[in-house]
């Protein structure tokens, strides 16, 4: 499944992209970005309309399937010898399973 990763103004920031290694990764950013992100390994795609809702609303209509992630997320998964311990983990661990549920899943972390 395809994983868009919206994101402005933060392409220093992208902590995400650090666990989807091998993964079909597309960054939906504005034109005038474009500069910024391109560094980064993985498909481009430009948004021609600002804000989030927009962004969030073009992958709706653009993509029959994808996942959605926030660019500044970290994920973990508990240790098995001590389960109040976590270790880093890949997003395949995390919403592997969850692909064949959902058309589009958001992910997306608050304080």
């Known amino acids: 499944m395809k994983i868009i990763i919206p994101s402005s103004k933060r392409s220093n920031l992208l902590n995400t992209l650090s666990y989807l290694r091998g993964m079909d990764v597309s960054l939906l950013i504005y034109e005038d970005e474009v500069a910024d992100y391109k560094r980064h390994p993985v498909d481009i795609v430009i948004c021609p309309e600002r804000g989030i809702a927009k962004k969030r609303q073009y992958v709706i209509e653009n993509y029959d399937r994808a996942i959605m992630l926030d ?17 880093p983990a890949q997003i395949s661990e995390v919403c592997g399973a969850m692909e064949d549920i959902w058309n589009h899943l958001g992910i997306f972390g608050h304080v």
């Open 71 to 87: 660019d500044d997320l970290s994920f973990a998964t508990r240790r098995e010898d001590d389960p109040t311990k976590f270790y």
